[in-house]
């Protein structure tokens, strides 16, 4: 679902008021362009996929994916697969582990994907219940899925960079400085966040 043109502008427009760097950063470099992903843990399962790989092997991995398990990634089709053939699939070990992390918990109802809390915490809490989805996956999930307006992955490194550059601050800001100084963008964040990654390496700026 993610966040819409037209939230992003309305809340980068409020951070701007707030923040004069960042109205000259958006003359300069214009309004990102909404990210937008599936709601639902075909979703996670991608982000399973892809991680600590390069995307042409991540995309490999997921055409045989799909092909074994079908396009409605049916998670009962993952947990009957052994590890020979889901191996075949170019998941390690540790991958699989994590795949039958998350369809467990959807087929026992642990974890609910057109429920989740309304709490954004809450919401990251149950999410981080998947072995190998942590923080940063979950809040990248509810930002770019359920479009939720104030998530803010403090401790993504192209977040703090955005923010060393489009602040001009002396050096790039830990995750605790970073999570700080957003609090007065609430509830923003989440646009804000987007816009961190569309200035990091802009040649416009």
């Known amino acids: 679902m993610g966040l819409s043109a037209k939230q992003i502008k309305t809340g980068?427009?409020?951070?701007?008021?707030?923040?004069?760097?960042?109205?000259?950063?958006?003359?300069?470099?214009?309004?990102?362009?909404?990210?937008?992903?599936?709601?639902?843990?075909g979703t996670l399962m991608r982000t399973i996929v892809g991680q600590q790989v390069s995307v042409a092997a991540a995309a490999s991995m997921w055409r045989k994916f799909e092909a074994h398990v079908g396009e409605e990634l049916a998670p009962e089709r993952v947990l009957e697969s052994d590890f020979d053939q889901l191996r075949a699939c170019g998941l390690s070990r540790q991958k699989q582990g994590y795949m039958r992390s998350l369809c467990e918990l959807v087929v026992s109802g642990g974890l609910d994907f057109d429920n989740l809390p309304k709490d954004d915490e809450e919401a990251i809490a149950q999410l981080t219940l998947i072995k190998g989805i942590g923080r940063w996956s979950a809040e990248i999930y509810l930002l770019f899925a359920e479009g939720r307006g104030d998530i803010w992955p403090a401790g993504d490194l192209a977040v703090q960079a955005g923010l060393h550059k489009l602040l001009d601050l002396p050096e790039r800001p830990s995750e605790k400085a970073t999570r700080d100084m957003a609090e007065k963008w609430r509830p923003h964040?989440?646009?804000?966040?987007?816009?961190?990654?569309?200035?990091y390496n802009n040649p416009a700026l």
């Open 12 to 41: 980068l427009d409020a951070v701007a008021k707030l923040e004069p760097k960042f109205g000259l950063a958006l003359k300069q470099a214009g309004y990102p362009e909404p990210r937008i992903r599936e709601r639902g843990y």
């Open 189 to 199: 964040r989440g646009a804000t966040a987007i816009f961190t990654w569309h200035c």
